[in-house]
T-cell receptor
């Protein structure tokens, strides 16, 4: 079954702890993305990666880190430096066809709650 | 910097009425515009893209470069259209994808 898999779906963390959210895709897509979804603020881009071993900051990268060691995987670490980490996190992937960025395919999301 | 603006957080219409969800963007180059939809308890998914110039589920959207707009329209709303709609922009030559704040459409019986 092809697609984007995020885990865990729900995660609780104490203040001061780092937490890593997993995102795996088997679509053979080059690009992967992390967004944060908050009510009234839409989807805000945290990080994106166009190719293995390369990634770029989005609009709200502070307090987050990522890695892209494999094409299929793009884990997001929410560090203790992130001041307001409680949110819904969405992972996505896409490819390019004829020089154009294609459709984004999304995971089901991970809800992080900081206690 | 690229920006996508959706001025309405909530739009309520009666079944059978026309719908227009507004989207404006700012980008100096050649943008690629998309509409994504999120139905209740489902993943966010693509509705349509401007380069396809197609109608999906009765929805259409025309890119107006003069007004920098990409409004989503449907002549007759259905109850099953109730969902969250996001306008998105990507730029030529990059993979960067920017979304607006979204508009929740409620179609009333």
């Amino acid at each position: 079954d092809g697609g984007i898999t995020q885990s865990p779906k729900y995660l609780f963390r104490k203040e001061g702890q780092n937490v890593t959210l997993s995102c795996e895709q088997n679509l053979n897509h080059d690009a992967m993305y992390w967004y944060r979804q908050d009510p009234g603020q839409g989807l805000r881009l945290i990080y994106y990666s166009q190719i293995v071993n390369d990634f770029q900051k989005g609009d709200i990268a502070e307090g987050y880190s990522v890695s892209r060691e494999k094409k299929e995987s793009f884990p997001l670490t929410v560090t203790s430096a992130q001041k307001n980490p409680t949110a819904f996190y969405l992972c996505a992937s896409s490819t390019r066809t004829s020089g154009r960025t294609g459709e984004l395919f999304f995971g089901e999301g991970s809800r992080l709650t900081v206690l | 910097a690229q920006r996508v603006t959706q001025p309405e957080k909530l739009l309520s219409v009666f079944k059978g009425a026309p719908v227009e969800l507004k989207c404006n963007y700012s980008y100096s180059g050649s943008p690629e515009l998309f509409w994504y939809v999120q139905y209740s308890r489902q993943r966010l998914q693509l509705l349509l893209r401007h380069i396809s110039r197609e109608s999906i589920k009765g929805f259409t959207a025309d890119l107006n470069k003069g007004e920098t707009s990409f409004h989503l329209k449907k002549p007759f709303a259905q109850e099953e259209d109730s969902a969250m709609y996001y306008c998105a922009l990507t730029t030529s030559g990059t993979y960067k994808y920017i979304f607006g704040t979204g508009t929740r459409l409620k179609v009333l019986a």
